[in-house]
């Protein structure tokens, strides 16, 4: 069983930051790669960053250069630092960990384990 535990979410104003936190197992930790993915109202979830078991990552392009994902191995826990927030960065935020391949790792099809998200609000 994966479970995932998201925390750190809050309302700031815009230009403000906030870091999002993840605690997760060893077993999905380093066997999946795990990802961020959003959900404002009436939209589609998605990806915004991911990294594998080796560390490398991908961004979506809304938040690259403002959005960090990073792993602490020794804890277990995924972050997310998120910088320079837009009121459209506002929506519920999760992390999830599955095999996505890396030809296609913004997929959200991939990912199987999700916690149970953690909300951020952007104030213009």
């Known amino acids: 069983q994966v479970k995932l535990m998201e925390s750190g979410g809050g309302s700031v104003q815009a230009g403000g930051s906030l870091r999002l936190t993840c605690t997760t197992s060893e077993y999905s930790y380093s066997a999946y790669r795990m990802p961020w993915l959003r959900q404002a109202p009436r939209k589609e979830r998605e990806a915004i960053a991911t990294i594998d078991s080796e560390g490398s990552t991908t961004y979506a392009d809304s938040v690259k250069g403002r959005f960090t994902i990073s792993k602490d191995t020794a804890t277990f826990t995924l972050y997310l630092q998120m910088n320079s927030l837009k009121p459209e960065d506002t929506a519920m935020y999760f992390c999830?960990?599955?095999?996505?391949?890396?030809?296609?790792?913004?997929?959200?099809?991939?990912?199987?384990?999700w916690g149970q998200g953690t909300q951020v609000t952007v104030s213009s």
């Open positions: 999830a960990a599955g095999h996505a391949p890396p030809t296609d790792p913004m997929a959200s099809v991939w990912y199987h384990f």
